[in-house]
């Protein structure tokens, strides 16, 4: 820990640039929290980074606050907004950041987010709203706040910056929060707090209060609209009615795509660096790069959108995009923040020891198990017990990091199982010390690489297994979720039984069957017959997938609907028999075989910002093992 109160003491008496190197990733997180000691900007490269990096600082520093400030989830001058989840995270921090007293914080950020300019901190002044059980507040200031800070009506909430109001009954999901909240009203007395599941809307626990924040970096009030079309006139010209985007912020309505104009709605936009003043900054290993990349990027973007031919530009909705330094903050806005302050840069390289401006975390790779992986006349765990015993035996704190709990039951019997007995769950960095010297720690830690110092050792997941293919947790329907769709049924919605085709939803109603009450959905279909669904065999139905409009309702008992499926079923297997004798001559018909290039292609690939959906990482290794079967491929 000396090199940490050698930097931190160099840092202080000169604020100025260093190179922290020996902090592999993990322990880097560990480096920056010794760290801090006010304020602190930690700069990754991409959101991936940011993660692992935000889990190793909870986990080493748990007693550190630390807030999340992510990028927009969409491409320079594109024509979708952001995600809503990631607007409220990011509004959270900067609500914090705007109205909380200073003190010890470390606010993670990426080199994507902190190049693009931000609203102003003064846009938050009493726009922020605190709800304590048995407090007052009456139903017409409650709603005058979502309007005044973007949130969204809607019948079921189920996304942040969503409120909903039946009665005396009000759900929302503020920005920043885990799960929405219900609030439920006596007159104006707040009698009760609860959080629920947005899949399920069931109660998850009760609050004494909540916060509320705006939900939207665009917040349409009455002198946002009006610098808006003026600058947008001003910059643009004359618009007609032609220009969706302008039609629609003059009435005051939410557009698509309109944070992409951010500069219009504010006297000034700020920066992240303006949030935090007197914050010391760490930057990630290969951030400049990064920001290069990232700077090209908005140009050839901006550049695209301006010089469009005529033809393309009748073709297409009109756009026109604001210059990139309104948005987006250069290379001598950059340089500029940075001067003054003390600039930590993160290295994998071993710097001169002899230079003041260079220090040494202590840190190394942890050992990696390749070689016994590859070899078919070793037992991988058994050597993973060995190492284990041999680092324990030499006084090091030894602990073993998985990527979840899960995995982490699982190592923990396979390593039992191997010989390790006395493995024991470590929570924290502060758990992890407190090991005695006959224990090796299990820790839940999403490290991509395990590291060594002279007391502590980490092994890494796939320091044992390998690379690991990482996939994005899917949401899946439940019964009780479509239970809870049900009820936010309109009567008169159409929906489809499996057996008896198109009927009309009326309600939910509890009927006597054999003296016992049971819930059951109740449709009606073609002559006034009505079905009675109970609720446990709702799986039956599901939404009507189109219009409403000119559908006809089905008779129950009657052939139409057979019939309709029978049809149906015919076509599938006629356009299968199709199917199977084209790919069949596919795979007789040779093709060339296509290998991307080592190196270069992941090169390629890493500089994606964004991490890939599911369907694009199937689509993707779909894709490349089409490319080097030798078959002919049908892909679009």
Same mark, same amino acid.
């Given at each position: ?82 995600? $809503? ?38 846009? *938050? ?9 048995? $407090?007052? !507040? ?6 005058? *706040? ?14 942040? =910056? ?10 929302? /999901? ?11 009203? *006596? ?17 998850? =626990? ?13 917040? &349409? ?51 992240? /660096?303006?949030? #935090? ?40 909705? !009109? ?9 987006? @903050? ?49 037992? #991988? ?21 998985? /990527? ?14 191997? +010989? ?8 924290? =960095? ?10 090796? =720690? ?17 092994? $890494? ?49 509890? @009927?006597?069957?054999? +003296? ?6 109740? &449709? ?28 006809? &309702?089905?008779? &129950?008992? +009657? ?12 076509? @599938?297997?006629? !356009?299968? $028999? ?21 190196? @270069? ?6 500089? *994606? ?10 689509? !993707? ?16």
């Amino acid at each position: 820990m000396s090199a940490f109160r050698d930097l931190a003491r160099s840092l202080a008496d000169r604020p100025h640039a260093v190179t922290l190197f020996g902090a592999p990733e993990g322990y880097d997180a560990a480096a920056i929290g010794n760290l801090v000691d006010g304020q602190w900007l930690h700069v990754c490269r991409d959101d991936g980074r940011m993660a692992r990096f935000a889990a190793a600082l909870a986990f080493f520093h748990p007693e550190l606050e630390a807030l999340t400030f992510p990028a927009w989830d969409c491409l320079p001058y594109d024509r979708v907004s952001p995600n $809503g989840e990631i607007v409220s995270r990011r509004i959270d921090s900067l609500t914090r950041l705007a109205t909380a007293p200073p003190g010890r914080l470390i606010v993670l950020t990426t080199v994507n987010a902190l190049v693009q300019r931000v609203p102003p901190r003064r846009l *938050f002044d009493g726009r922020v709203l605190r709800l304590r059980t048995g $407090g007052r !507040i009456g139903l017409d200031r409650l709603q005058s *706040f979502f309007r005044n800070n973007g949130y969204i009506r809607t019948d079921t909430v189920r996304e942040p =910056g969503e409120f909903a109001i039946r009665g005396g009954i009000v759900d929302l /999901f503020a920005a920043g929060a885990a799960e929405p909240v219900r609030l439920d009203f *006596f007159g104006d007395t707040l009698e009760s707090v609860r959080s629920f599941d947005p899949l399920n809307q069931r109660s998850t =626990g009760t609050l004494d209060e909540t916060v509320l924040r705006p939900v939207s970096e665009v917040l &349409l009030d009455d002198d946002a609209v009006r610098r808006f079309r003026s600058r947008y006139r001003e910059q643009f010209g004359a618009t007609g009615t032609d220009d969706p985007l302008y039609e629609a912020v003059s009435a005051g309505r939410r557009y698509v795509g309109m944070e992409h104009w951010l500069p219009l709605y504010y006297e000034r936009l700020e920066t992240l /660096f303006e949030y #935090l003043p007197e914050a010391g900054i760490s930057l990630d290993y290969q951030a400049e790069e990064v920001r290069g990349h990232r700077l090209e990027a908005i140009g050839d973007s901006y550049a695209a959108r301006h010089n469009v031919t005529p033809a393309a530009r009748a073709a297409a909705p !009109i756009y026109r995009p604001i210059r990139p330094d309104q948005l987006y @903050i250069d290379s001598r806005e950059w340089q500029t923040a940075l001067r003054g302050r003390p600039v930590v840069q993160l290295s994998p390289f071993a710097g001169d020891q002899h230079d003041d401006n260079c220090f040494d975390a202590g840190a190394r790779p942890a050992r990696n198990f390749a070689a016994e992986r590859a070899d078919p006349n070793v037992v #991988l765990f058994e050597a993973v017990r060995d190492w284990l015993e041999a680092e324990r035996k030499a006084g090091r704190n030894t602990a073993v990091a998985a /990527f979840s709990a899960g995995s982490a039951d699982r190592l923990l019997t396979v390593l039992r199982e191997r +010989g390790v007995s006395d493995l024991r769950s470590v929570a924290d =960095g502060r758990a992890l010390e407190a090991l005695p010297p006959s224990a090796v =720690g299990l820790a839940v830690l999403p490290l991509e690489q395990g590291f060594a110092t002279g007391e502590l050792v980490l092994l $890494g997941e796939q320091d044992i297994l390998g690379d690991r293919l990482a996939r994005t947790a899917r949401r899946r329907r439940s019964l009780d979720q479509f239970i809870t769709e049900a009820t936010a049924l309109t009567p008169g919605d159409l929906v489809v039984h499996a057996d008896h085709g198109i009927g009309r939803y009326e309600a939910l109603e509890t @009927i006597d069957v054999a +003296g016992a009450p049971h819930d059951c959905v109740r &449709l009606l279909y073609a002559g006034d017959d009505k079905l009675y669904v109970p609720v446990e065999n709702i799986e039956v139905l599901s939404r009507f997938g189109s219009e409403d409009a000119g559908a006809q &309702l089905d008779r &129950l008992g +009657g052939v139409a609907w057979q019939s309709r499926k029978a049809r149906v079923k015919k076509r @599938i297997r006629d !356009i299968a $028999g199709e199917l199977i004798r084209v790919a069949a001559e596919r795979q007789l018909r040779p093709g060339d075989v296509l290998q991307p290039p080592e190196g @270069i292609y992941e090169e390629f690939a890493a500089r *994606f910002p964004y991490p890939e959906t599911e369907d694009q990482l199937n689509a !993707i290794a779909d894709t490349l093992a089409d490319m080097a079967s030798g078959k002919p491929m049908d892909r679009l």
